[in-house]
T-cell receptor
Framework: AQTVTQSQPEMSVQEAETVTLSCTYD???????LFWYKQPPSRQMILVIR??????QNATENRFSVNFQKAAKSFSLKISDSQLGDAAMYFC???????????FGKGTLLTVNP | DSGVTQTPKHLITATGQRVTLRCSPR?????VYWYQQSLDQGLQFLIQ???????AKGNILERFSAQQFPDLHSELNLSSLELGDSALYFC????????????FGQGTRLTVV
C-alpha cells in the first residue's frame, strides 16, 4: 500500500522568508501524481501545487515550488516570501495514475510570524 | 469558494443515530469523492462515484453508505453512529475523476455525543 510521510508536525517561518516542508512517499508504481494541499482555519482544502511523476521538471506556482526527487521518493514544498496568509496545515498527497483516491500525509502545521 | 457545497456545516447527534450528509458538486463535474478527517486517522478516502456509479472504495465502514443521484449530487449516510465517527467529512468533485484536480467543499463537522 502507498504511504505518505510528513516528518515535520509543525514548522514556523518569519514573514518574507523561505520555508521548506518535507514529504516522502512509498510506492512501487511508476505512474502517479503528487499534490500539496493547504488547509487554513476555515477548513477548506485548497490545492497548492501538483506534480506528475513522469515529468522531470519541478512544478512551480508563483511563490510555491516543489523539489521532486523521484528516486529518493521525496516531494518537498518550498514557500518563498512567506506571507501571513500562508499560515495553515499543509498536506502532501499521492494519487496512483490508474486510481482516483488521494492518500494523504498527516500534515505539517505552518506558522508565519510577523 | 470551490463551488462544491456541503450541507449541513455542523451536525451534533447521539450514538446509535443515523445521519445524512449532502454534497453538491461543481457545475459540470461528474465525479464525487468522500473523505473523512479525524485527529487519529488523519484524512482518509472513503468512496468515489462517477456519473452515478461507484468507482472506487476506500476505508469505508459497512455502517456507512453513499450514492450519487441523477442530478449528480451525492449523499453519505452514516448509521449506528459511534463516538469514534466524530470527524470532519469532506466532499470533493472533479470533472472526470482520472488524474484531474479535485475541488473540496468546506466539510461537515459531525459530533457524536
Amino acid at each position: 500500500a502507498q504511504t505518505v510521510t510528513q516528518s515535520q508536525p509543525e514548522m514556523s517561518v518569519q514573514e518574507a522568508e523561505t520555508v521548506t516542508l518535507s514529504c516522502t512517499y512509498d510506492t512501487s508504481e511508476s505512474d502517479y501524481y503528487l499534490f500539496w494541499y493547504k488547509q487554513p482555519p476555515s477548513r477548506q482544502m485548497i490545492l497548492v501545487i501538483r506534480q506528475e511523476a513522469y515529468k522531470q521538471q519541478n512544478a512551480t506556482e508563483n511563490r510555491f515550488s516543489v523539489n521532486f526527487q523521484k528516486a529518493a521518493k521525496s516531494f518537498s514544498l518550498k514557500i518563498s516570501d512567506s506571507q501571513l496568509g500562508d499560515a495553515a496545515m499543509y498536506f502532501c498527497a499521492y494519487m496512483l495514475g490508474s486510481n482516483y483516491k488521494l492518500t494523504f500525509g498527516k500534515g505539517t502545521l505552518l506558522t508565519v510570524n510577523p | 469558494d470551490s463551488g462544491v457545497t456541503q450541507t449541513p456545516k455542523h451536525l451534533i447527534t447521539a450514538t446509535g443515530q443515523r445521519v445524512t450528509l449532502r454534497c453538491s458538486p461543481r457545475s459540470g463535474d461528474l465525479s464525487v469523492y468522500w473523505y473523512q478527517q479525524s485527529l487519529d486517522q488523519g484524512l482518509q478516502f472513503l468512496i468515489q462515484y462517477y456519473n452515478g456509479e461507484e468507482r472506487a472504495k476506500g476505508n469505508i465502514l459497512e455502517r456507512f453508505s453513499a450514492q450519487q443521484f441523477p442530478d449528480l449530487h451525492s449523499e453519505l449516510n452514516l448509521s449506528s453512529l459511534e463516538l469514534g465517527d466524530s470527524a470532519l467529512y469532506f466532499c470533493a468533485s472533479s470533472f472526470s475523476g482520472l488524474n484531474t484536480e479535485a475541488f473540496f467543499g468546506q466539510g461537515t463537522r459531525l459530533t457524536v455525543v
